[in-house]
């Protein structure tokens, strides 16, 4: 593994250093393991590992080419961790949501422009409180996706979308929706647009809080409802 990661670190030198670049093809797998001083074997492993985190793309018949490595790309791997995560891990990854997503939508209101705002309300409006579940988590993904994405840095929203995947959402949503949280969240969602169509960065940054909160707390609660249940003794039979 050690020959591998040597191999994964020259490879990343070369990005990093701009001897290759974004869309770019690398050499000949003969040519680029001798040049870097590898075996063929351990270059092969270097360049699956790199395209399993979207930093290759490997065409076949075609030729291995860096890839955009624009974030939301890279971050798919991130996504793809968290839908691993179990339902006590949901708590510290909603806190992080909790964290980044008030300044992200902060950074929103201060940039989010007359047709994002109206998209937004439309949203909103597609739904209702007796919308499906599927239904509540496409939403809530666009929906944070937005306005994340209208904050203009790539970075920061293709981490909470990464953060946020449908998996996780999904197993929130199933719980909230039971407890007939659905409406309220809705209302919150329709608070937030019109804070944002007030540019208002700071009421922006309150809504945000508490609506990721509530989501942070009800999960927290559920875990909670969960430990104690696991350190009842267990039923006597009959």
Do not use: C
């Not at 250093?17 to 000949?28: A, S």
Request: charged share 30%.
């Amino acid at each position: 593994m050690a020959l591998t990661d040597d191999a994964i670190a020259r490879i990343r030198a070369m990005i990093v250093t701009g001897e290759l670049v974004p869309g770019q093809r690398l050499p000949p797998e003969k040519e680029l393991s001798e040049s870097l001083g590898l075996s063929r074997n351990s270059l092969r492993e270097a360049v699956k590992a790199l395209e399993l985190v979207r930093v290759l793309d490997v065409r076949r018949g075609d030729g291995t080419y860096v890839t955009t490595l624009e974030p939301a790309l890279l971050l798919e791997a991130v996504s793809f961790v968290v839908d691993l995560h179990q339902d006590d891990s949901l708590v510290e990854l909603v806190e992080v949501r909790r964290i980044l997503e008030p300044a992200a939508s902060a950074r929103a209101a201060q940039h989010v422009d007359d047709e994002t705002v109206a998209g937004l309300r439309a949203l909103v409006d597609d739904l209702s409180s007796d919308t499906d579940v599927e239904e509540l988590v496409a939403h809530d993904l666009e929906f944070h996706a937005r306005i994340a994405r209208a904050g203009g840095n790539g970075y920061l929203s293709g981490l909470l979308e990464a953060l946020g995947s449908r998996t996780a959402r999904a197993r929130v949503w199933r719980g909230l929706s039971e407890e007939g949280a659905v409406a309220r969240t809705l209302d919150e969602h329709r608070a937030i647009v019109e804070a944002l169509a007030q540019r208002d960065v700071e009421l922006v940054r309150a809504l945000v809080t508490v609506h990721v909160e509530g989501v942070e707390r009800w999960l927290r609660g559920q875990a909670s409802g969960r430990r104690q249940t696991r350190g009842r003794p267990a039923e006597p039979s009959e």
